[in-house]
Structure formats: structure tokens, C-alpha cells
């Protein structure tokens, strides 16, 4: 009896070694998938965008240090097309009186293109210089610098349906409902040395936006 009982006691504190190995590690497990999203959450993303990636802004850091000999400090949100709207008051709205500002297209045909100015977007109808100015093809991963004393971008004023206009022509141009029609155009070459290429830009005259995100940045 004594044996028996000795024996059922031994199996019971081999039953409950291997639990609280078992239990170990799961304890060891928890805390390895704790550490791991920890981690994750310390490193964020260089910006808040449906358009670009993060490994793709060095082409837009290169364009601003060629013109400026600075970095980057920031990119801050101003608007997203799916988010704020895509009609040319909405960009009005949120966009007016601000300068230092990059935006980023992409077509519903999955062109990726856009533009950045140090000018100030005003309700006024008239083109600025912009000469620190330039527009980029994400897809190429090209960058186009504006000509000599050609137009950077062209404001233009309250309830206008066009919007978001680099280059005196424009080299390209978004209109009211950008997401609903094909009135939007790339027109590239006009102000901006796209070496004699044609539609450098959406790759096509007209196109319709899939989405829009303009960013003020700050720089360092």
C-alpha cells in the first residue's frame, strides 16, 4: 500500500514539473511578444501617409537638400483626399496661407507623382515664382526642377475648381471631384525640365485621382 501510494506521488509531482515547465514557457513566450510590440510602437513612421512608404521620402530629402542644403525635420498632415475631401474647397480649407508644403498624388491607374513649393498657397489668381519649387515622379523616382525664371505654381482664388497647379501651363493640375472625373491633366515640361519627355507625371494627358495628401514640412 505504502508503494503504491509512494508511486501516485511521484507521478503527481512529475505531472506538475512538466506544468510548470509548460507554464515557463508560456511566461517566456508572453514576455518575448510583449518586448517584440514594444519595439514596434517605439518605431514609428517617418510619415502619416496612404501614398508613400517611408523608404521612398529619401527621393524628396534629396530635393530638398539640393535646393536648401537642409533636412527634414517633420511632415505634417494638412490634407487626405479620402479623408477631408476631394473638392477644390476642401484643399482651400486646410491649405491656404500655408508654404513649405508637399503633395503626393496618385491616379486610379496606380501613377504615383506630386510637387513641393516654399510658396505660400493664397486665395489670389496668379502664378509665384517658387524657385526652390520641383515636381517628382514616385514611380521613376525622378525628381524635375524648375526652369529658369519660369512659374513654381499657379493660386488660384475661393470657389475656382482648380487646385493644386505647379508650373505656369500647368506641368500639372488637380480639378474640382478630382475622384469622379478625368479633368485633372499632366501638361509636364512646361515649367519643369522633364528632359523633353511627354507625360512624365500620370503618364497620360487626363487622369482621374485614386488620392491626394498635401504635408507641411518643417525643416531642420
Not at 122 to 144: A, M, Q
Amino acid at each position: 500500500m505504502e508503494l503504491s501510494t509512494n508511486k501516485k506521488i511521484k507521478e503527481l509531482e512529475e505531472k506538475l514539473e512538466q506544468k510548470d515547465i509548460i507554464i515557463n514557457n508560456l511566461i517566456e513566450r508572453i514576455d518575448l511578444i510583449e518586448k517584440n510590440f514594444n519595439n514596434a510602437k517605439e518605431i514609428k513612421s517617418k510619415i502619416d501617409s496612404v501614398i508613400i512608404k517611408d523608404d521612398e521620402l529619401n527621393l524628396i530629402e534629396s530635393g530638398i537638400k539640393h535646393n536648401f542644403n537642409k533636412e527634414i525635420k517633420n511632415y505634417e498632415l494638412l490634407i487626405r483626399g479620402s479623408r477631408d475631401g476631394f473638392e477644390s474647397k476642401d484643399f482651400q480649407n486646410r491649405c491656404f496661407n500655408h508654404n513649405f508644403t508637399v503633395c503626393f498624388i496618385e491616379t486610379t491607374d496606380g501613377k504615383r507623382f506630386g510637387g513641393f513649393t516654399e510658396e505660400t498657397w493664397e486665395n489670389v489668381r496668379s502664378p509665384k515664382k517658387g524657385p526652390k519649387s520641383f515636381i517628382f515622379s514616385l514611380d521613376k523616382k525622378e525628381i524635375y526642377y524648375r526652369k529658369s525664371d519660369n512659374c513654381g505654381i499657379y493660386c488660384y482664388p475661393n470657389k475656382s475648381k482648380h487646385f493644386i497647379a505647379f508650373g505656369n501651363a500647368h506641368d500639372f493640375q488637380l480639378y474640382d471631384k478630382c475622384n469622379m472625373n478625368d479633368e485633372s491633366y499632366d501638361k509636364s515640361g512646361c515649367s519643369y525640365d522633364t528632359k523633353g519627355n511627354k507625360y512624365s507625371l500620370a503618364g497620360k494627358e487626363y487622369f482621374c485621382v485614386k488620392d491626394y495628401e498635401v504635408f507641411k514640412i518643417n525643416l531642420l
